[in-house]
């Protein structure tokens, strides 16, 4: 049996509240007896002044471990990222309790047929092909997954969400190796919301931001908008810290997550009736799933 608590997308340096939140998380850490717990990206900028945020995590004694965001790589190169991080690789597996996880670089673009990092939004380049997972990676993934254990796979980027250059690209080639014996679950950040589907027998979901939702481009559609939100930066923050806890055993995979509310402005407010964001529920919640296996 495995228990682990998992969250997303903190952009710590973003805003005002994020040692707040920081808090809420360990909170919940402590009350449970948890094996690790896991950072989908986005965590934090990746310099010098943030290693005290990779500290408080570790503070609770257990493994923590993080994937790497795009975010991570808006100003900071690809070493310097592994370094902050301790990491040897941008993607690696560890053994907990008997299950394989399976720790995801999706932070890769094609672009004229070459395979780059992510570096200074070097993605919003005409003619790319974002966010991939390179040929190297998807090599060593198959190994991974040849021997009998069961897996859990972690990502920054979904495997489903089929919104404009929002999932994974070149999906089916990695996809095509998910045998659902094995890979128990996927989960991923990025998107900022709240997402749960089962493709060929395993299940994917997306855990929402412990931060915000990204609705930048819904005020950027209107001037009144703009005017009246500016102060915003494109984020409707929730009050919460959203986090899910998950425990898998031989029967069942048990998803914990959380109901929340926004900080103040929501999407009403700027006439987004649906709450719907990129293929995504933006409500403030995480939602709970029981998984037969």
């Not at 070493?79 to 996880?101: A, Q, T």
Request: negative net charge; contains cysteine.
């Amino acid at each position: 049996m495995i228990r682990f608590l998992v969250f997303g997308d903190l952009h710590y340096d973003e805003v005002s509240d994020g040692d707040r939140r920081i808090d809420e998380i360990l909170d919940v850490a402590k009350k449970r007896n948890l094996d690790f717990i896991v950072s989908l990206g986005d965590l934090c900028n990746p310099v010098e002044e943030n290693r005290k945020v990779l500290e408080r995590f570790k503070s609770l004694g257990i493994p923590f471990y993080g994937i790497i965001g795009n975010h991570e790589t808006d100003n900071c190169k690809l070493h310097e990222i592994l370094d902050f991080y301790s990491m040897d690789n941008p993607y690696y597996s560890v053994v907990c309790n008997g299950y394989k996880l399976i720790f995801l670089n999706s932070c890769y673009l094609q672009k004229d047929g070459n395979e780059e990092v992510f570096y200074k939004k070097n993605f919003k380049q005409e003619n790319t092909l974002y966010p991939i997972i390179p040929t190297d990676e998807i090599c060593w993934l198959q190994e991974e997954l040849k021997d009998d254990m069961k897996c859990i796979v972690f990502s920054h980027h979904s495997f489903v969400n089929d919104s404009p250059k929002r999932g994974i690209q070149d999906r089916e080639a990695i996809l095509k190796n998910f045998d659902p014996k094995k890979v128990l679950l996927c989960l991923n950040g990025h998107d900022h919301g709240d997402a749960y589907s089962v493709v060929d027998g395993i299940p994917y979901m997306t855990i929402n931001s412990s931060n915000y939702a990204w609705l930048g481009s819904q005020i950027a559609s209107s001037r009144e908008l703009q005017e009246k939100y500016s102060y915003l930066n494109g984020m409707l923050q929730y009050k919460q810290a959203m986090n899910a806890y998950v425990e898998i055993d031989d029967k069942e995979i048990r998803i914990t997550g959380m109901e929340g509310e926004y900080l103040s402005v929501t999407p009403d407010d700027i006439g987004l009736h649906d709450y719907k964001w990129n293929g995504v529920s933006i409500r403030p919640r995480i939602s709970s799933h029981t998984i037969k296996l």
